[in-house]
């Protein structure tokens, strides 16, 4: 079966300090990826979307950085974090047969 | 881009007690997806459901796409259903597709004992 992983849970960072959030899926091969996040409240926001290695697409302007080194592998970083930046952090996938779309457990980053 | 709205926002209940989320979207859509975000922020999809009706235990939803909107109903609620629920749509996209789901801003449904 398919399973997402999602790491750290939890990430505390000074203002200015680098960012590297990691996401894998096991179980399947070229899913579509995407980095959402949800702001204190509730709404998710879409940040980034791949659909195969080196590809990625971007919806929104901002200080973070997405890459996809592997087929499985989704990475979302920044070179200097903003107090903006601050939010929990997800990381998803769509299951191709049942178009569902799938979340990690999710990074609560607090930049101090 | 389209937009999604859910009513109500805010939803207090005792357990046993059966309830109806509303979403609409502005435009047609041929994704529509129902998710339970539990209060340790875990999101877990419910329903896939564009159009039609479908059911998972205590738990079905109703998509009426000429219409515009979706449903979700929970029935004899528990404790456990707690948490916020989220509609997300998308005009065009598909597993093969790179098209986002837009999320409505939920319903925080809190059932007490």
């Known amino acids: 079966s398919q399973t997402i992983h999602q790491w750290p849970a939890t990430l505390v960072q000074p203002v200015g300090s680098p960012l590297s959030l990691e996401c894998t899926v096991e179980?399947?091969?070229?899913?579509?990826l995407y980095w959402y996040r949800q702001a204190a409240g509730r709404g998710l926001q879409l940040l980034f979307y791949s659909v195969g290695i080196g590809q990625i697409s971007s919806e929104v302007p901002q200080n973070l950085s997405a890459s996809r080194p592997q087929d499985r592998q989704f990475i979302l970083s920044s070179k200097k974090l903003l107090l903006s930046d601050s939010g929990f952090y997800l990381c998803?996938?769509?299951?191709?047969?049942?178009?569902?779309?799938?979340f990690g457990s999710g990074t609560q980053l607090s930049v101090l | 881009g389209i937009q999604v709205e859910q009513s109500p926002p805010d939803l207090i209940l005792q357990e046993g007690a059966n309830s109806t989320l509303r979403c609409n979207f502005s435009d047609s859509v041929n994704n529509l997806q129902w998710f339970h975000q539990n209060p340790w922020g875990q999101l877990i999809n419910l329903f896939y459901?564009?159009?039609g009706t479908k059911q998972n235990g205590r738990l079905s939803a109703t998509t009426v796409a000429t219409e515009r909107y979706s449903l979700l109903y929970i029935s004899s609620s528990q404790t456990t259903d707690s948490g916020v629920y989220f509609c997300?749509?998308?005009?065009?996209?598909?597993?093969?597709?790179?098209?986002?789901?837009?999320f409505g801003k939920g319903t925080h449904l809190i059932i007490q004992p």
């Open positions: 998803a996938w769509v299951d191709r047969g049942s178009e569902k779309l799938f």
């Open positions: 997300a749509a998308a005009l065009r996209y598909s597993g093969g597709g790179a098209d986002g789901l837009t």
């Open positions: 459901i564009p159009s």
């Open positions: 179980g399947t091969s070229n899913p579509n």
